[in-house]
């Protein structure tokens, strides 16, 4: 399933993977440079398993993409949504009731969207494409958290309260949706746990085509913190 595809215009060709992790030139960015809440057990416990990547001999410096003015994830929303009306738009105006009520909400609001609001929100999208593309031009490997918080109940969309502050309903995903519009591999491992024994993750964001890369990295990495 790796590689490209002539039959696929959207396929890429897939790097050889590196040699040597501790040859590679990581970032860690603590927030992905946005200014968003995250707990506090997740900021130090990321800190501390840099501190021992980097004690094990992996080179890594602080630095944050910059992005574009205007580049936030409302402005990609209406895609996701606009997409969402575009799959189910039909069979939601038949019966709404089938879907899940946040599900619902987003079909409901894909459907009002205009075109301009939706081309709007692909402009928005490349913009963090190119942001992306230009921070890691010099960078292998960008680690930042995979959630701001632990794990929260099943029963919950999200949780109550990130970083000491009641949660907005996407503030537990404000590290994924720029590296998914930005097309780039990415890979969420186990980082470490809080008191009650609550995991959260590791995100760790390669460049288009370094697939190989960044599993092999990935591999290497959660064997250094297990130890």
């Known amino acids: 399933m790796a590689g490209s595809d002539p039959r696929d215009p959207d396929s890429a060709v897939i790097a050889k993977e590196v040699g040597d992790v501790a040859g590679l030139r990581i970032s860690f960015s603590p927030r992905l440079g946005l200014d968003v809440a995250i707990d506090d057990v997740v900021a130090d416990g990321l800190v501390s398993a840099v501190d021992r990547l980097c004690a094990a001999g992996l080179r890594i410096t602080q630095r944050d993409p910059v992005w574009p003015a205007g580049a936030t994830e409302e402005a990609i929303m209406p895609l996701q949504h606009a997409g969402l009306a575009a799959l189910y738009g039909d069979t939601f105006r038949k019966d709404p009731t089938i879907f899940d009520p946040d599900i619902a909400k987003q079909i409901e609001r894909g459907l009002s969207w205009s075109g301009a609001e939706v081309a709007g929100a692909l402009v928005a999208s490349a913009a963090v494409a ?10 292998d490997l960008l680690l930042t958290p995979t959630v701001p918080c632990v794990a929260w109940p099943l029963t919950q969309l999200g949780p109550d309260m990130i970083g000491g502050k009641p949660a907005s309903p996407r503030g537990h995903a404000v590290f994924t949706p720029f590296v998914n519009h930005a097309r780039l591999p990415a890979i969420s491992i186990p980082c470490g746990t809080d008191p009650r024994g609550l995991p959260f993750g590791l995100q760790i964001i390669a460049r288009r085509g370094q ?10 990495i959660e064997a250094l913190l297990r130890r």
């Open 130 to 139: 190119n942001a992306f593309a230009a921070f890691l031009t010099d960078v």
């Open 211 to 220: 697939d190989r890369t960044l599993l092999d990295a990935a591999h290497r």
